[in-house]
């Protein structure tokens, strides 16, 4: 199965999850060790005890373990650490707020100057469009253009020349700030 998703707790979740089932899975019950067959031999004498098992591993030795699960048991106590608190939507939103500039549309109809390269400056025309609406400052949201021709282009019969023409650009609407 995979997960695809945006959210890294939930990518972590999933990874942990996915490691620790293999671990398991692979790590599984292990049967005891018996003594090997003796083939219907058996030793004459006095029965021998059995070899003292050997003592448990105390609590101090179990944390010392260089393990795979001790160390993935290390990274958990260290997640909260690690991550970044969680945010509920309401906190997301009053961040959000906080950092946007208020701002207000504006409509109307500015030309845009020539600038020096040619092209036209509608940078310019967007201030100008929200300082008549009381602004500071604006940024071009829709702009139009219209091409202006002289009254020599209606005379009949008379060839349209390359300066007989020419487009204008209009800002319509810009996104205003203080």
């Given at each position: 199965?995979?997960?695809?998703?945006?959210?890294p707790?939930?990518?972590?979740?999933?990874?942990?999850f996915?490691?620790?089932?293999?671990?398991l899975?692979?790590?599984?019950?292990?049967w005891?060790?018996?003594a090997?067959?003796?083939?219907?031999?058996?030793?004459?004498?006095?029965q021998?005890?059995?070899?003292p098992s050997?003592?448990?591993?105390?609590?101090?030795?179990?944390?010392?373990?260089?393990?795979?699960?001790?160390?993935?048991?290390?990274?958990?106590?260290?997640?909260?650490?690690?991550?970044?608190?969680?945010?509920?939507?309401s906190?997301?939103?009053?961040?959000?707020?906080?950092?946007?500039?208020?701002?207000?549309?504006?409509?109307?109809?500015?030309?845009?100057?020539?600038?020096?390269?040619?092209?036209p400056?509608?940078?310019?025309?967007?201030?100008q469009?929200?300082?008549?609406?009381?602004y500071?400052?604006?940024?071009?949201?829709?702009?139009?253009?219209?091409?202006?021709?002289?009254?020599?282009?209606?005379?009949?019969?008379?060839?349209?020349?390359?300066?007989?023409c020419?487009?204008?650009t209009?800002?319509?609407?810009?996104?205003?700030?203080?």
């Open positions: 199965m995979i997960v695809r998703s945006g959210n707790v939930l990518r972590l979740a999933t990874l942990t996915a490691a620790l089932s293999l671990l899975a692979a790590s599984g019950t292990g005891p060790q018996s090997p067959p003796t083939l219907g031999l058996q030793e004459q004498g006095p021998a005890a059995p070899p050997p003592p448990a591993p105390s609590a101090a030795a179990r944390e010392d373990s260089p393990g795979l699960i001790n160390e993935m048991g290390k990274l958990f106590d260290k997640l909260p650490s690690i991550l970044p608190p969680i945010k509920s939507p906190e997301t939103m009053n961040d959000l707020s906080r950092l946007a500039k208020p701002a207000s549309m504006a409509s109307g109809r500015v030309a845009c100057p020539v600038s020096s390269n040619g092209a400056d509608c940078k310019q025309a967007a201030d469009l929200c300082q008549s609406k009381g500071k400052e604006g940024k071009s949201l829709n702009a139009d253009s219209a091409e202006k021709c002289s009254a020599k282009v209606l005379i009949p019969g008379r060839q349209r020349k390359p300066d007989d020419r487009t204008d209009f800002v319509t609407s810009a996104l205003c700030q203080n």
